[in-house]
T-cell receptor, first 117, second 114 residues
């Protein structure tokens, strides 16, 4: 079984400042890692994913994340945020073995990013 | 447009009154799943389905039922809703059911049980 911890429930930041949203996971097997974003009154959309290969993953809207296996982390970063980035962000993991997990995503608690002008 | 459609988007009901939240996808996806979202808890899986007539429990299945009679539809049934089922519900689907597949989410259904 996996678990995901998002270390900050809320992150306020000013426009054009850099931001990092932190995510740690726990799993006994190798995992796939995802970040989803939820804009107000909408469903979740994929921001980026790590399946294999390069540990630095680039996503939509200028976001990127780095997979750190030794620290079991997958932090999300953006060098300069915009007002439109205000949303809730979810880190999620699924295991690579399938079996009884069958595509199941385990989500973190969510981080609300608020960008102030 | 490829999408997952949920209805109703908003619903207020009373304890014990059966209700169904519909979910339909137009992408010919094999895998479908229901999640509930609660503040501070993230999204938790209720039920999932790998194909027609193949459903299984997720992490929080108590008080819910599902069915998958057609590939495109995956309704969530609350036979006797209780106030602790007040939540935001999401249906999601993906092409396959390996962990690498990306889920497409519906817009959500906000349910209040009085």
């Amino acid at each position: 079984a996996q678990s995901v911890t998002q270390l900050d429930s809320q992150v306020p930041v000013f426009e054009e400042a850099p931001v990092e949203l932190r995510c740690n996971y726990s799993s006994s097997v190798s995992v796939y890692l995802f970040w989803y974003v939820q804009y107000p009154n909408q469903g979740l959309q994929l921001l980026l994913k790590y399946l294999s290969g390069s540990t630095l993953v680039k996503g939509i809207n200028g976001f990127e994340a780095e997979f750190n296996k030794s620290q079991t982390s997958f932090h999300l970063r953006k060098p300069s945020v915009h007002i439109s980035d205000t949303a809730e962000y979810f880190c999620a993991v699924s295991d690579q073995l399938g079996g009884t997990s069958y595509g199941k995503l385990t989500f973190g608690q969510g981080t609300i990013l608020t960008v102030h002008p | 447009e490829a999408q997952v459609t949920q209805n109703p988007r908003y619903l207020i009901t009373v304890t014990g009154k059966k209700l169904t939240v519909t979910c339909s996808q137009n992408m010919n996806h094999e895998y479908m799943s229901w999640y509930r979202q609660d503040p501070g808890l993230g999204l938790r899986q209720i039920y999932y389905s790998m194909n027609v007539e193949a459903t299984d429990k997720g992490d929080v299945p108590e008080g819910y039922k599902v069915s998958r009679k057609e590939k495109r539809n995956f309704p969530l049934i609350l036979e006797s809703p209780s106030p602790n089922q007040t939540s935001l519900y999401f249906c999601a689907s993906s092409l396959g059911f390996s962990g690498a597949n990306v889920l497409t989410f519906g817009a959500g259904s906000r349910l209040t049980v009085l």
